[in-house]
């Protein structure tokens, strides 16, 4: 292992994104598979109160964003997601978080490429039904996968500005097709009736709407807020464009998913629904719909974007988690290999071909969109509780440091922020959660590799910072096994209390993360850095008196 860098990768790195890329970025993030399935999954769940499950997880993600935009702006990093809770917290908290955040960004890429295979099997031909079985990819789907797999990446392997060019293009397209979808749905068949009956609005209770969150896919589709974030070393002026790209995503994407959610509901027949919506199972549910209300064109526009939306979003993830990689391996926590950055397309390629290799693993184990995205969403909610308490853990330590992001309202949001991943992560249910917070313990094992052989004295107050994280987990997962029947739990907690006792554990974790943040020898490195940042642009600006700031922080 090699001595954590001071930015030399990063140099690497060239600074052509705007705000217009990195919101289509964030955009075509979010709208990949989960706007083809996430409607099905959630009306199964919550019937017709999914599209408040969609209004939910849109609060939920923008009120943890919001946490985010401020230490993105704070420090336009590339593979920032992985680098804010080592800056607040030090090595343990910083690679716990890095490692779930990189489990629920590189798990995407095969779920992507796993809905396009789905969607195909729904293809009048022979060869296309044995791609999959109902309930997962077979052998020959798998196989289609991974060669879409390897599309993503190649797309990656050359230039971000060719990324970035290819990208915009396709989020046009993305966003303009489910907005069709939407509305020719809604033309072809209007039936208020299904909002009524079978159940009611809240045919399984407002529990199943609260899962829905958690596992139908809104969390996951939520996600792509991040992707700008990470691809923050490449923003041209990340203060200003970053936070515009983060909120302008999940707004867009709010209205497009309410609208699907809602053409969705009024144009299954009613005779599909005779065992409830919890009955539901189509294999390409929009298109399924579009040939059964004799909209054939949408159905094969539908078949197309099947492989633009998630060939869109899987290219987009495969850049954003090699930034990921080459940023946890900057902290200190991968093999100096991760960390290389070619100088001629600004592509950490290493880090890009070990992504592929995992996604290639993710794919051999869980073949199905649906159980991807359950993993996915659970680690998600995982990766988001560092950004609260790292945001104003740092406005304890760093006061001073430039914030080109600073909301007054941050000390309530902050707070608010971690009872929402906190609730959500309970709305994941027993045992799901339990499995997933399992995952996250598996990674220690590396951390441990690089960091227990340091001396005592250098590793206690690493430590000493990422208890809060450790204990966080354990008592998640307890509250979990003992919690409500109605979130899978053993009915030791009663429904209602159980949602007020998970509220308070996040507040409690929160206070207790933030005391427990420190002076860290990685905060004191990016501080240079910036000051080097700093003191280099006034000197390329010809600004007078910058030549001894520069050669002080040199």
């Keep these: 292992m090699s001595a954590p860098e001071s930015g030399t990768a990063s140099q690497h790195y060239r600074r052509t994104l705007g705000t217009i890329s990195l919101t289509a970025v964030g955009l075509g993030s979010i709208i990949g598979s989960g706007w083809l399935f996430g409607a099905e999954r959630a009306a199964r769940l919550a019937g017709p109160a999914a599209i408040i499950a969609w209004v939910i997880g849109a609060a939920v993600a923008l009120t943890i964003a919001l946490t985010y935009t401020e230490l993105g702006s704070m420090f336009p990093k590339a593979g920032g997601m992985v680098r804010y809770g080592q800056y607040s917290h030090g090595s343990l908290t910083g690679y716990l978080a890095a490692w779930a955040n990189w489990i629920a960004i590189v798990s995407v890429i095969p779920g992507e490429a796993t809905a396009s295979v789905q969607y195909m099997s729904s293809w009048h031909f022979s060869w296309a039904h044995h791609l999959y079985n109902g309930k997962e990819l077979t052998g020959t789907g798998v196989a289609l996968a991974s060669v879409l797999l390897i599309g993503y990446f190649l797309l990656n392997w050359f230039a971000i500005t060719l990324f970035a060019k290819t990208n915009t293009a396709i989020t046009v397209f993305k966003v303009i097709v489910p907005t069709l979808t939407a509305g020719s749905l809604l033309l072809a068949h209007f039936d208020t009736h299904n909002l009524q009956d079978h159940g009611g609005f809240t045919p399984n209770g407002w529990s199943s709407v609260f899962t829905a969150v958690a596992l139908s896919g809104i969390v996951w589709a939520y ?6 974030l990470n691809l923050a070393g490449e923003a041209r002026n990340p203060g200003k464009s970053l936070p515009k790209a983060v909120i302008s995503s999940i707004l867009i994407a709010l209205v497009i998913y309410i609208a699907l959610q809602c053409a969705f509901l009024l144009a299954v027949p009613s005779h599909d629904l005779a065992n409830g919506w919890g009955g539901l199972n189509y294999d390409s ?42 940023g946890v391996q900057e902290n200190g926590q991968l093999p100096s290999i991760f960390g290389r950055v070619d100088p001629k397309t600004g592509i950490p390629r290493p880090a890009l071909l ?7 693993l993710f794919l051999a184990v869980f073949r199905g969109w649906g159980s991807l995205a359950e993993i996915v969403s659970v680690a998600t909610v995982i990766s988001y509780i560092t950004g609260p308490v790292a945001v104003m853990a740092l406005r304890r330590l760093a006061p001073d440091l430039n914030r080109p992001v600073k909301l007054r309202a941050m000390p309530v ?9 906190s609730l959500v992560l309970y709305w994941a249910r027993w045992p799901l959660t339990g499995k997933v917070i399992f995952l996250m313990a598996a990674g220690l094992p590396i951390w441990a590799w690089y960091e227990l052989r340091k001396p005592w004295a250098e590793i206690k107050p690493h430590l000493k910072a990422g208890v809060w994280v450790i204990g966080y987990l354990l008592v998640m997962a307890g509250i ?23 509220a308070l554990i996040g507040l409690a974790f929160y206070a207790f993360g933030v005391r427990s943040a420190w002076a860290n020898p990685s905060l004191a490195q ?17 600004l007078p008196g910058t030549e001894e700031p520069a050669k002080a922080s040199a």
Aim: aromatic share 12%.
């Design 526 to 542: 990016i501080r240079e850095e910036l000051a080097q940042a700093e003191a280099q642009s006034a000197a390329a600006d010809g």
């Design 480 to 502: 979990s096994w003992a919690g409500s029947k109605d979130y899978g739990g053993h009915g030791y907690l009663p429904e209602g209390w159980d949602l007020l006792v998970v």
């Design 354 to 360: 070990l992504n592929l290799f995992i996604a290639f």
């Design 413 to 421: 949001i902050a707070p608010v922020a971690m009872v929402f991943g």
């Design 223 to 228: 996600n792509g807020f991040q992707s700008p």
């Design 285 to 326: 549910p929009l298109a399924n719909l579009s040939m059964a209300w004799g909209l054939n064109w949408l159905a094969m526009l539908l078949y197309a974007d099947a492989f633009i939306s998630p060939t869109g979003t899987g290219m987009i993830y495969a850049a954003t988690t090699s930034r990921m990689i080459q």
